[in-house]
């Protein structure tokens, strides 16, 4: 990574941050940057979070409850969601063409947890580098502390989560991930009633580990059946099992719990070689893979099925496999992406799910906001009503890493 030259000031507030940090909840993160931040020569900060299905940004408040700005902004349509879908640090200018202000995405790895709005008292050659540094600290903050609190939870939704639903979430991992070979972006709705579907990945050495499910039914039960496949998965992965056993291990989970052709779910299990780009897979029942490669649809990855995990019939587990090529794509999907009907009854269907992800790439966007478009496009589609869980998942591979190679250009 390429160090930024920061003000001895900015340092020295990263520091403080860090170690107030140690013992404070979100609700006092405002106060500490009110605080600290005048040292460095910052000021009026604002924290605006992202809410589940990231339409709008929320402001977290002061504990007293005085807000500095608005309390809600748009993602669409406004300098804030811009700097949030862009990951760029954007300046807020006044008459005079000086900045009144500065926005800045909040990042916690690739992962958009919001953005953050500062004031500098004055404008140097450090402060772009201070402002991405200090959004940085706020965000891995954010981060450390989001998970046991109920504060950030409220004010991320918009309404009430099914049980099911707020299961689903707390079972998966962080939309989005990336490193200097990988980057991975998910996306799933309806966000607050999701229940059969379920996303899941880990990196272990140089193997990514990539999995699909989609449980049958739109009730408690298929949330429970995809969290028990879940559960069973990771298991056997943590203990370095490869994918066929892993798939059968899954299967004896369900057998046990549910019994035969009670509860089942069809799944596609993979594991990448990072440094080599070799993609090995096992598909259960479930749609395949689609490989985009230099801005086209170039393949279906097609793999003799074996039968949905939990109906063991006796099919064979078939591994398949595909050599990657840097900058290639790879998307897994649930057929509520592509099953989802107009008013007329027209399935939005796979070639126009496919097109608008390459169509995006043209368009230069992160992964992240590829996947977010396309839920919102989705949902327009489908008059904003999913009658089923809708999720995908794409997995873009760079290549090997080299010393001589530019990083990829994830971040700003």
């Given at each position: 990574?390429?160090?930024?030259?920061?003000?001895?000031?900015?340092?020295?507030?990263?520091?403080?941050?860090?170690?107030?940090?140690?013992?404070?909840?979100?609700?006092?993160?405002?106060?500490?940057?009110?605080?600290?931040?005048?040292?460095?020569?910052?000021?009026?900060?604002?924290?605006?979070?992202?809410?589940?299905?990231?339409?709008?940004?929320?402001?977290?408040?002061?504990?007293?409850?005085?807000?500095?700005?608005?309390?809600?902004?748009?993602?669409?349509?406004?300098?804030?969601?811009?700097?949030?879908?862009?990951?760029?640090?954007?300046?807020?200018?006044?008459?005079?063409?000086?900045?009144?202000?500065?926005?800045?995405?909040?990042?916690?790895?690739?992962?958009?947890?919001?953005?953050?709005?500062?004031?500098?008292?004055?404008?140097?050659?450090?402060?772009?580098?201070?402002?991405?540094?200090?959004?940085?600290?706020?965000?891995?903050?954010?981060?450390?502390?989001?998970?046991?609190?109920?504060?950030?939870?409220?004010?991320?939704?918009?309404?009430?989560?099914?049980?099911?639903?707020?299961?689903?979430?707390?079972?998966?991992?962080?939309?989005?991930?990336?490193?200097?070979?990988?980057?991975?972006?998910?996306?799933?709705?309806?966000?607050?009633?999701?229940?059969?579907?379920?996303?899941?990945?880990?990196?272990?050495?140089?193997?990514?580990?990539?999995?699909?499910?989609?449980?049958?039914?739109?009730?408690?039960?298929?949330?429970?059946?995809?969290?028990?496949?879940?559960?069973?998965?990771?298991?056997?992965?943590?203990?370095?099992?490869?994918?066929?056993?892993?798939?059968?291990?899954?299967?004896?989970?369900?057998?046990?719990?549910?019994?035969?052709?009670?509860?089942?779910?069809?799944?596609?299990?993979?594991?990448?070689?990072?440094?080599?780009?070799?993609?090995?897979?096992?598909?259960?029942?479930?749609?395949?893979?689609?490989?985009?490669?230099?801005?086209h649809w170039v393949a279906t990855l097609d793999c003799r099925p074996s039968h949905p995990l939990g109906l063991y019939l006796g099919l064979p587990l078939v591994t398949c496999q595909e050599q990657l090529q840097p900058g290639d794509r790879v998307l897994l999907y649930t057929d509520g992406i592509t099953e989802a009907r107009n008013e007329h009854g027209q399935e939005f269907?796979?070639?126009?799910?496919?097109?608008?992800?390459?169509?995006?790439?043209?368009?230069?966007?992160?992964?992240?906001?590829?996947?977010?478009?396309?839920?919102?496009?989705?949902?327009?589609?489908?008059?904003?009503?999913?009658?089923d869980d809708a999720t995908v998942m794409l997995v873009e591979w760079h290549g090997p890493r080299h010393p001589t190679r530019e990083r990829p250009s994830i971040l700003p």
């Amino acid at each position: 990574m390429i160090a930024r030259k920061l003000s001895a000031g900015a340092a020295d507030l990263m520091a403080e941050l860090m170690e107030a940090g140690h013992f404070s909840g979100l609700e006092m993160l405002p106060e500490l940057l009110a605080e600290h931040a005048p040292g460095a020569g910052m000021r009026d900060i604002l924290v605006y979070l992202v809410d589940l299905q990231q339409e709008n940004l929320h402001l977290l408040p002061y504990p007293e409850g005085r807000p500095l700005g608005p309390c809600e902004l748009r993602v669409d349509g406004t300098l804030a969601g811009k700097a949030f879908q862009q990951l760029q640090v954007l300046p807020k200018t006044g008459e005079d063409g000086r900045p009144e202000w500065w926005w800045a995405p909040l990042l916690d790895g690739i992962e958009r947890l919001g953005v953050m709005r500062v004031s500098v008292d004055e404008e140097t050659e450090w402060t772009q580098a201070d402002i991405r540094c200090l959004a940085s600290t706020v965000a891995l903050l954010v981060a450390s502390k989001s998970a046991h609190s109920d504060t950030f939870a409220r004010l991320v939704r918009t309404r009430a989560m099914s049980v099911t639903a707020e299961m689903q979430w707390n079972l998966m991992p962080p939309l989005s991930f990336a490193n200097d070979e990988v980057v991975i972006a998910a996306a799933l709705e309806p966000a607050y009633d999701i229940s059969g579907d379920a996303f899941d990945y880990g990196l272990a050495g140089d193997t990514l580990h990539l999995a699909m499910y989609d449980a049958m039914g739109h009730d408690a039960s298929a949330g429970l059946t995809a969290t028990l496949a879940v559960a069973a998965c990771r298991s056997h992965r943590h203990q370095g099992k490869d994918l066929p056993s892993t798939v059968e291990a899954i299967e004896d989970a369900l057998m046990e719990e549910f019994g035969t052709d009670e509860r089942f779910a069809t799944a596609v299990l993979a594991n990448l070689d990072v440094p080599s780009g070799l993609l090995t897979w096992i598909n259960c029942g479930h749609h395949p893979p689609v490989l985009i490669r230099d801005g086209h649809w170039v393949a279906t990855l097609d793999c003799r099925p074996s039968h949905p995990l939990g109906l063991y019939l006796g099919l064979p587990l078939v591994t398949c496999q595909e050599q990657l090529q840097p900058g290639d794509r790879v998307l897994l999907y649930t057929d509520g992406i592509t099953e989802a009907r107009n008013e007329h009854g027209q399935e939005f269907g796979l070639p126009r799910f496919v097109d608008f992800v390459i169509r995006s790439a043209m368009d230069a966007l992160p992964v992240q906001e590829t996947l977010r478009r396309l839920i919102r496009n989705v949902l327009t589609y489908h008059d904003q009503r999913m009658e089923d869980d809708a999720t995908v998942m794409l997995v873009e591979w760079h290549g090997p890493r080299h010393p001589t190679r530019e990083r990829p250009s994830i971040l700003p």
